[in-house]
T-cell receptor
């Protein structure tokens, strides 16, 4: 089945540790995105990538890093510099479809840092 | 700057009632796209609809309908004869035409929590 997978679903880390969240898609989409969702709030864009080996900062990129070495994969690293990393992280992808296409989302990773 | 406002934080209805979720947006771009997503308790966002700024026709899909009015910068979503399975968080989102590319940054509203009671 075509779709986006994120692993793991739940992740626990100690403060001061870097952690990498996985995102893989088999939709053959060029663009991929990372969002953060905090309780009772909408989604905020962390990073996005329109093509392999290229990515741009979103609205809240500080304390995060990404790579895009393959079209299918867009991992997100939450570094120890991120002051408040506990949140729900969602990955999405979109393909060109004449104008701005809809984004398709993965199931998300809930990160808890203590 | 773009902004999406969903003034209703929570709505509670009884099954079979109709319910409308409001969405008001702000953008200076003349070409833009509006979206609605559903987020059930599982957490994954489910795409519902995409509408571009040049198409003001209302759309109906089963029990779902959308009313797009540029004059009031609104893109409201109505569920007719609501069901318990409609309980979820619903997000309205906006993307402007980023220089003609197909890859737009979405600006999300805060979401509306809809609870449908049996």
């Amino acid at each position: 089945d075509g779709g986006i997978t994120q692993s793991p679903k739940y992740l626990f880390r100690k403060e001061g540790q870097n952690v990498t969240l996985s995102c893989e898609q088999n939709l053959n989409h060029d663009a991929m995105y990372w969002y953060r969702q905090d309780p009772g709030q909408g989604l905020r864009l962390i990073y996005y990538s329109q093509i392999v080996n290229d990515f741009q900062k979103g609205d809240i990129a500080e304390g995060y890093s990404v790579s895009r070495e393959k079209k299918e994969s867009f991992p997100l690293t939450v570094t120890s510099a991120q002051k408040n990393p506990t949140a729900f992280y969602l990955c999405a992808s979109s393909g060109g479809s004449g104008g701005i296409g809809e984004q398709y989302f993965g199931p998300g990773t809930r990160l808890t840092v203590t | 700057a773009q902004k999406v406002t969903q003034a209703q934080t929570e709505i509670s209805v009884v099954e079979k009632e109709d319910v409308t979720l409001d969405c008001v947006y702000e953008t200076r771009d003349t070409t833009y796209y509006l979206f609605w997503y559903k987020q059930p308790p599982s957490g994954e966002l489910v795409f519902l609809i995409r509408r571009n700024s040049f198409d003001e026709q209302n759309e109906i899909s089963g029990r779902y309908s959308w009313n797009f009015q540029k004059s009031t910068s609104s893109f409201n979503f109505t569920i007719t004869a609501s069901q318990v399975v409609d309980s979820a968080v619903y997000f309205c989102a906006l993307a402007a035409n980023a220089g003609g590319t197909s890859y737009g940054k979405l600006t999300f509203g805060q979401g509306t929590i809809l609870t449908v009671h049996p």
